[in-house]
Nanobody, 117 residues
């Protein structure tokens, strides 16, 4: 059964850092075939795409970020481990949300990030 499992969320003070992980299993094709996405959803708000990483080409994977996280968040992938990561730095209270990874139409259950002093 294909699934995505996020981990690494928690409570962090403003200005702090966290690294989220997403482990994929049971996918139909090799993990490196799939573009991967990180979304977040704050309470009372719509789910938003914040970062994506494309399938590798010539050893590199193109990345893209929402303006709200550009320069602070960094997405990466380890295809050998079927993992995608989101390194989050300089966290702000407005980054508080449930964070989800996605591959094609498959979603994980999310991991909560709370930024508060």
């Amino acid at each position: 059964q294909p699934q995505l499992v996020e981990s690494g969320g928690g409570l962090v003070q403003p200005g702090g850092s966290l690294r989220l992980s997403c482990a994929a299993s049971g996918l139909r094709y090799r993990f490196s075939h799939y573009p991967m996405y990180w979304f977040r959803q704050a309470q009372g708000k719509e789910r938003e795409l914040i970062a994506d990483i494309q399938a590798p080409h010539d050893g590199e994977s193109r990345t893209d970020y929402a303006d709200s996280v550009k320069g602070r968040f960094f997405i990466s992938r380890d295809d050998a481990k079927a993992m995608v990561y989101l390194n989050m730095t300089d966290l702000k209270p407005e980054d508080t949300a449930m964070y989800y990874c996605r591959a094609i139409q498959l979603w994980g259950k999310g991991t909560q990030v709370t930024v508060s002093s």
